[in-house]
């Protein structure tokens, strides 16, 4: 950006400042499927943004309940005074939650909802007099967000290496459940690997039961590269934690809001978590929030000692903001209205075809897809783990489509109104843009 005048005072995340300074790509609006870049390109959208904007971008109903709210009210108090939104958005979430999960608190983001849980169960476990459950259990290739609980249970090393002295004591991780070797090109989810998850139990032996609070998984992986539970291995997890007492949390900031073909991925593969998180399409990616739900019976164990007490010392500025709640509650209408969570499952057989195409390609050594989501992987290039899915997104953005690069991996996930000829334009680009890299 070398004509820009202000390149160097942005410090992009999650980004390589440099390199994207000197060719950067700028989107300047959206419109459903498409963003148009700076130069009035228009880029089909394969990612909704970054997993966020299910039901596509700039939808009017949003739009209009975000600037009708601002104008009216555009911040309220939530610590010991209230408005009714938050109320109203958290029946909402109940209504369409796994049945027993139903109370909501909310949080702005992925990585505040992952932290927030774990400090819900950790304080739980004292409020139920376990209080020696301190321990906390995650997953390798996990991603969580980036608090220092979230990296702590979080499984992917560049972003826990510079922090290592940092992250939070008493944290084990379970084994990650990709194992290309067994599994590679299997449509849905893999046969092998449900084993995986009795790792939990030589955990509980090394440990103690008595000494661990929560264990902690994404129901399906996204940042990682798309990793799919195995068959059995959720129903595992939860015969696990359910027998030695200790919570389980489902981090289902991607796979919540219709991702996986259901509300949430809990209820795709019916396996209900103690605690499940959220965020990104719970607003279409408009106005930042998270939230954190729970059963009743967690909740409930907070709620005693004197009513003047306040039962959780937990919670943002921004917890419920009345902006946010307007955006959330004209997203979820239109889920509903357009029946979007339906419409993943619907189009999952046509989505899986298109990206199976792709299988003969140079390179592709594995396809995994479930829901409207997508993962392709490469062989690692000579020039390291990275360097060949990168070069692939950048072909594709320039040949007109927007797609994630996560290590060797690329991963699509469209907003949840994608037309089978989109999805057609998709692989299309997506097909170029493998071929040229090679
Ligand atoms: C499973 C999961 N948890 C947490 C996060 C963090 O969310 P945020 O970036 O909103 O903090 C993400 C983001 O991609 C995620 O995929």
Not at 293 to 315: R, T
Not at 389 to 418: H, K, M, N, W
């Amino acid at each position: 950006m070398a004509n820009h005048p202000h390149a160097e005072h942005f410090w992009m995340p999650f980004t390589a400042n440099r390199q994207f300074k000197a060719n950067p790509r700028l989107l300047e609006s959206a419109q459903g499927m498409y963003y148009t870049d700076t130069s009035g390109r228009q880029v089909i959208d394969g990612t909704a943004g970054l997993w966020c904007c299910n039901a596509g971008h700039s939808r009017p109903e949003i739009t209009e309940a975000v600037s009708r709210q601002i104008a009216k009210m555009d911040f309220a108090p939530t610590f010991q005074m209230g408005h009714p939104l938050p109320f109203e958005l958290a029946e909402r979430l109940v209504e369409i939650a796994p049945p027993g999960i139903s109370r909501v608190f909310f949080t702005n983001s992925g990585s505040e909802s992952a932290d927030t849980a774990l400090k819900v169960a950790l304080a739980y476990q004292r409020a139920i007099g376990q209080g020696s459950r301190t321990r906390l259990i995650g997953r390798e290739l996990a991603y969580h967000g980036v608090g220092f609980g979230g990296i702590s249970v979080g499984g992917m090393g560049n972003n826990r290496k510079a922090f290592s002295s940092a992250l939070l004591p008493g944290v084990d991780h379970l084994p990650h459940t990709l194992d290309m070797q067994r599994n590679a090109f299997t449509r849905g989810l893999p046969e092998h690997g449900a084993e995986k998850a009795d790792e939990l139990e030589r955990l509980i032996t090394l440990h103690g039961a008595e000494n661990i609070a929560a264990v902690i998984v994404e129901p399906m992986s996204g940042s990682a590269g798309v990793i799919l539970p195995p068959l059995g291995y959720l129903q595992r997890l939860r015969e696990i934690t359910r027998k030695h007492g200790i919570l389980l949390i489902f981090d289902e900031v991607i796979t919540g809001f219709g991702r996986v073909g259901k509300a949430f991925a809990a209820q795709r593969w019916g396996v209900t978590p103690d605690i499940l998180t959220c965020a990104k399409g719970l607003t279409n990616g408009a106005v930042p929030m998270g939230a954190v739900l729970v059963s009743d019976e967690i909740q409930q164990a907070f709620m005693h000692g004197p009513e003047s007490a306040i039962e959780f010392f937990h919670g943002y500025t921004y917890s419920g903001h009345p902006v946010a709640c307007a955006a959330a509650l004209a997203t979820l209408d239109i889920y509903q209205r357009e029946q979007l969570f339906e419409k993943a499952i619907e189009l999952e057989d046509y989505w899986q075809d298109a990206l199976f195409s792709l299988q003969d390609l140079p390179n592709v050594t594995d396809i995994r897809s479930v829901g409207l989501v997508g993962g392709i992987q490469f062989a690692t290039h000579a020039d390291g783990v990275g360097k060949r899915a990168y070069e692939v997104f950048r072909q594709c953005f320039e040949d007109g489509l927007l797609a994630r690069a996560s290590g060797d991996t690329i991963a699509l996930s469209p907003a949840l109104i994608v037309e089978r000829e989109q999805i057609d334009a998709m692989i299309e680009r997506l097909a170029g843009a493998i071929r040229k890299v090679g």
